[in-house]
């Protein structure tokens, strides 16, 4: 048999830990410009301790085709994937009335 959760008393496999911290995520994400121009998604508000944000930032990363990192409980995607990260988010069970995408002043010219 293998391990049980500390949390929920199932085993490993079954555990529903993931997909309860889930639904109760306050998610923002909003764009950031970098130096020389550059666009970065962040994406905040996650649980480090409920949710691998290793792995969160891995799928996010593949799905959208670009580079990222994981760091202090953030995702931080390069590119503008505002729209298409809060898409595959809710696609992985995050609810979607908790994800917030904040827009930023130095776009006004732009859209």
């Known amino acids: 048999m293998g391990e049980i959760c500390p949390k929920c008393g199932l085993p490993k496999e079954l555990c529903v830990c993931e997909t309860i ?3 109760d995520q306050q998610i923002t994400i909003k ?10 998604t962040v994406i905040e508000g996650i649980e480090a301790k409920d949710i691998d944000v290793k792995d969160l930032a891995k799928k996010l990363k593949s799905k959208l085709a670009c580079g ?3 760091k202090d409980g953030k ?3 390069q590119g503008d994937h505002a729209r298409k990260a809060k898409e595959i988010l809710i696609s992985l069970g995050f609810s979607p009335d908790t994800i917030t995408v904040k827009s ?3 776009f006004r010219g732009r859209r």
């Open 68 to 70: 990222g990192t994981a």
């Open 31 to 40: 764009i950031e410009k970098r130096k020389f121009g550059k666009l970065i």
């Open 104 to 106: 930023n002043t130095f």
């Open 75 to 77: 995702v931080e995607l």
């Open 21 to 23: 911290a889930k639904k």
